[in-house]
Each structure stands twice: as structure tokens, then as C-alpha cells.
């Protein structure tokens, strides 16, 4: 179906979606999400029409070089003057992300329209998302960016974000709280907007290499669990718990949901609705009393309450000076609140590590009565 384009009406809000392939829509594997005449997309053309799927269908044609040419094809596009051009001719993109969904549950909430202006692409690391990038053009994320923000020339509502996933090797982590910040920071300065919501999720789980080759994965998750605070206003969703369609891009299922997570979060946060929670988030583990096999992993923000309530996965429990993972079975508590309870077959030593989410590909399941995930944590010391 062929959307004709329009203007974006005065009372819309306006959302940024920016970071990497999870953000631009990589999902395959079930039925794009439908349009909605109240959600609205700024184009790669710097032009407004009704969204649909997929947001990255005109990038050869984008205005920006930073959106149209992805890594791996620099050098055929240094070498032929007409390489977007033949591209554009021939390349139909696919894919569905999570901005659509988003966007629909917003202007249902607010009974305003809504914008989406769209700023991803893939494989990008957060060196290319500064204003002091001094690289390829291609690269030059925030550059762009920023430029097609001030063309719209509207205040931004916020800015949902997903990156890291190319961060997570070669060192880059240990750069990543400094320049997270920093992203920050910049927008905020640079748009004129102090308390810009910055709302971002953790990153999710990766399929094709092996943690010697990512070996800074859960350090990054960690890292982003920890950076929520200290960015605020905004606020982190999960995504571990979400299927992948392929080795690395979360599957449209997932993306559905996680566009979902994003409005959940952004109605609490930024519009104050306390019918709802952030979503779980560990707060402390706790040896047991009366059992030295029992450990209590304690949540705060919890909708309802934690599902499933046995065979809860993801937890690994490692004694002090070991690394190999102990067998530990994980329960929500029927008699404390919030928490999980992980029971060892054997006594837990003094200095022993928890973590959820151990690993690029683990299987995690805990959420809550509003499909709000347990973010990956660790390691802990126990």
C-alpha cells in the first residue's frame, strides 16, 4: 500500500528513534505493524508522510550521506559515482522495528499525534556519535542527526535510543558510561532542551560470535543498568527476554513488545502515570537466614508481580575463585515481596557472584504483570 505524504500536524509530539540496527527495524518473522493516520514518519528524505514499515526503505536516497551508505559499503561507493543511485533502483528494504508500536500506543495515550523521526542506523559505535567525529562522512551520525532535527524546527518530546551491541569489543566498553553521558549532554545542549527525556533500552542477546570475540557484553548491560539514574530524565527498557530472527537483530514479535516497554516507561516517567512501573529492577541479593543454600534476589518497580513463578531462568551462581557456573534452581519467593529465591545444592561460600543474563546468548524469563523484563545485572558479590 502506497501512503501519500502530509503534513505533521502543529499539536504533533515529536520522537527521535536513533542508535543501531535494533532501532532502524530488523524484524522479520510475523506481519509488519499496521499504520496508523495519527503516527507520522520524518523520512530519510526529510519529508513527512503516515508511517509505515519498513523506516529504512528510501536510506539510498536519504539526504544524509551518514544514512545511506552502512559500513561494509564505503569502498563501492567511493569507487562508483552512481552507486546510491543504482541502488535505490533495485534495493527493497524489509524489516519492522519497534517505533511504530511506540508511536501507536502514545498518541492513544495522549490523544495527540505523534512524530517519528527517524535517526538509526547499523552498525554504528558511540565514537560516531559525537559532534566531534572527525571520520568518513558516512559515519558522521550525529552530525546528521542533529541537522535533521533542526530542519524540522519543532521541540523534540524525547529521544528513544538503542545502541551497543559494536561497543562491546575492542576496548570501547570501557569509553561507553563517559560517553553515553556525553550523547546526552550534547543533545541537550545543542537542541536547547536541559531536561530532554533520554529513554534507551539494555542491549539484548547475540547469536553469531563467541564472548572471546565480545568479551565486553555483559559489562556493557551492566553498564547501562547502572547508567539509568544518572540520565535522567528518561529511563532503560529490557530486552534480553526478546527472540532474535537471525544471528543479532531482534525478531518484529520482540520489537512489537519492546516498542510497547518504551511507552510503558516514557507514561510513567515523563507523564507521571503511577498506574505503572518501571519494570524490575534488582535492588539487592541477600543470603538467606535459617539456609546457606538460599539466595533472595530482592526487585523494586515491579507491576503486580514477577512471573514465571517457578522455573525462573537465567541466574548463575559462581563460587569465589571459580568459573564454572553452580546448579541452582530459581523460584519467585511466596513469602517476600518482589524477589527471587535461587536454592544451591550446596552451601554458598563467602564471596560467590550472582548474575542474570550471563553470557551473548542466555535464556532469561522473568518479567512482570505488565510484560516488563528483569534487566541482565552483574556480577554481584555475595
Known sequence: MKLERCELPADADVWVLAGQSNMAGSGFGEACETPDPRVWLYTLQDQWKIAEEPFAGDRYEAVDEAFAIMRGEREKHRADPNYRKQMAATWRAAGSGLGLPFGKIMTAFTGKPVGLLFCAKGDTRMEEWTPDYDGPPDMALYRATLRRIRKVGRPIKGILWMQGESDSFGGKAQHYVARM????????????????PFFYSQIATFALQTEEELPDWNLLQDLQRQLEPTLAPGGMCVSVDLPLCDWGHIATGGLKRLG?????IVRRNLYGDTRLELGPRPVAVERDSSDARLLHVRYSSVNGTLFPKDRVAGFVVQWSGEERNRVCTATVSSTRDATVTLICTHAVPAGSTVRYGKGLL?????????????????????
Open 362 to 382: 542466555p535464556f532469561c524469563n522473568l518479567t512482570d504483570a505488565a510484560d516488563m523484563a528483569a534487566p541482565v545485572f552483574g556480577p554481584w558479590t555475595v
Open 181 to 196: 553521558k556525553k550523547l546526552v549532554a550534547d543533545f541537550r545542549r545543542d537542541l536547547n532542551q536541559p531536561d530532554l
Open 260 to 264: 510497547r516497554r518504551f511507552a510503558t
